[in-house]
């Protein structure tokens, strides 16, 4: 690391003194900014998804309308309240995608990578992510709405939430080949290697789309469960790998030291 | 032509965004005044039958949609500009890049349900409710990538540290102010009555409010940027 990021370090100081210390010296702040924004938006995420809003696990496919009726209204709630949460929120995925692009500005790659994969998951969000919050808002909303029309709202949210798959498929693909062929070592191989768990998953939930029950439904073993185990891993991968290369980052040409 | 001139043109195509954008809220009847969320599936439908309000949804929305991509070479003009700020990476304008393809794709996913609604109003009530009520969700709480663009423009100014900053601080002061204003819209799923519900003071006046405001500062702010620069250029060559 190179003096100028570390030296002048303040003296044991108040809390406040040293967040002032280092909002006007540290060198790395919007990087750090961006790797803690990270955290939280997918502890949020979390959150919101698992707990509030009780969308993971999903519910199944093959339930009959009924069940789907009072599903909406026993989870209306989680589902309006952690949904507005991820609506304010939703920027922060922003600025998670800025700093994997930047992770790829870095290497000794072409910033066709970079910019690919920014579009690429900027746009990710909105099938992978928010289209399902509104529909479900949409159908906690009016709890009383023709059933047919929950069923519709149901699964066209379920179905965009699990079986998105060329977005993540492709970004994925693009950061693990900008990983792999980097000799500026930015990123390390293994996690390159891990990406393609990753693209593999995002081919396996294919069958989503037609299986209604079983491993490879939406809500399957298959389909879901070894979906979100490799994506739970590989999200904490991601973020352990991020926080190292900033803590790296000397902001000199060529390799990472 | 210098590259700049570029610049001014697109600029210049502000006041037309201006003129869409003010004419597709003066016309949608959705808007004058913000339809209730309360308001029951046959009320919705009669709303979408009514031939005028037929007329003029369709009009305006195509308005709207003109806007939400125009929004896009303003936004586009923000990043060069952020650019020029002197950070040590271009994580500010990478965000603000993610924000720019989100937030507009959101909006003209608005305006694509109140055409649905529009197009067909004789069809079954709860359907066209249904409708109605995806683009009102989508339109009023899907203000996350407004709010986040500006507050990394804020960030973005604040970290800008240099003898003379592309933008002044108040200009980030005004961004935070902003965001903060649209943040409850966020919200407007969540009640059907009061100032969060979609036709509420907070979800329907403040945010659009914000919205208007916030473009035409930014557009006096960006204008006196593009200008002077042009001038510095001058002065250097």
Redesign the interface.
């Known amino acids: 690391m190179s003096n100028a990021l570390v030296e002048a370090q303040p003296l044991p100081a108040p809390l406040s003194e040293r967040i002032a210390w280092q909002l006007r010296h540290n ?5 750090w ?2 790797w803690y924004t990270m955290v939280v938006f997918y502890t949020l995420f979390g959150v919101v998804f698992v707990l509030m809003t009780e969308v993971m696990p999903p519910p199944g496919p093959d339930w009959s309308t009924e069940r789907i009726v009072r599903w909406f209204s026993d989870t209306r709630g989680g589902l ?2 952690g ?2 949460i ?10 998670c ?3 994997i ?2 992770s790829m ?1 870095r290497m000794s790659v072409s910033k066709a990578f ?1 910019y690919a994969y ?2 690429i ?3 990710a ?2 099938p992978g992510m ?1 289209f399902c919050a ?2 479900l ?2 159908g ?3 709890p009383e ?2 059933p047919k ?1 929950l069923v519709w ?1 149901y699964e066209a949210a379920f179905l965009t939430f699990v079986g998105t798959m060329g977005i993540f498929l492709v970004g994925t693909l693009v950061w693990m080949i900008a990983i792999l062929i980097d000799k500026n070592r930015v990123l390390p191989a293994w996690f390159g290697f891990l990406n393609i768990c990753n693209l593999l998953t995002e081919v396996v939930v294919a069958p989503a789309w037609t299986a209604r029950r079983g491993a490879f439904s939406w809500n399957g073993s298959v389909a879901f469960w070894i979906d979100t185990i490799v994506f739970v891993v590989y999200t904490c991968a991601f973020i352990w790998v991020l926080r190292r290369m900033v803590e790296r980052e000397t ?1 000199s040409a060529g390799a990472a030291p | 032509m210098r590259r700049g001139d570029g610049e001014l043109i697109l600029f210049w195509l502000l006041p037309a965004l201006g003129v869409t954008w003010i004419a597709a809220c003066w016309m949608f009847p959705g808007f004058n005044p913000p339809m209730s969320p309360r308001m029951p599936a046959e009320d919705v439908a009669a709303f979408y039958r009514d031939p005028h309000n037929a007329v003029l949804t369709k009009i305006s929305m195509v308005l709207f949609n003109w806007f939400c991509v125009g929004m896009i070479p303003f936004l586009a003009l923000i990043i060069t500009q952020i650019h020029r700020m002197a950070h040590h990476t271009p994580i500010w304008a990478f965000a603000f890049i993610g924000c720019m393809a989100g937030g507009p794709t959101l909006l003209f996913t608005a305006d694509l349900f109140w055409l649905v609604a529009a197009f067909r109003p004789e069809r079954d009530a709860a359907l066209t409710q249904m409708y109605n009520d995806i683009a009102w969700v989508t339109f009023s709480a899907q203000a996350g990538f407004l709010v986040a663009q500006c507050i990394f423009l804020a960030i973005a100014i604040y970290l800008d540290r240099q003898p003379k900053p592309v933008f002044k601080t108040w200009v980030a002061h005004f961004n935070l102010v902003v965001a903060a204003a649209l943040v409850p819209a966020t919200f407007s799923a969540v009640s059907l009555t009061g100032p969060i519900a979609w036709d509420g003071i907070a979800s329907f006046w403040v945010k659009n409010g914000a919205l208007i405001t916030w473009l035409i500062v930014m557009t006096v702010v960006l204008g006196t940027t593009l200008y002077a620069q042009r001038r510095e250029e001058a002065w250097v060559r």
Do not use: H, P
């Open positions: 060198r790395k702040l919007d990087l900014i961006a309006l309240n949904f507005a991820i609506f304010a929120v939703t920027g922060m995925a922003a600025m995608n800025a700093i692009s930047y500005w970079s920014l579009i998951y900027s746009l969000a909105i928010l509104i529909l808002t949409v906690a909303l009016r709405r023709d029309l709202l902001f």
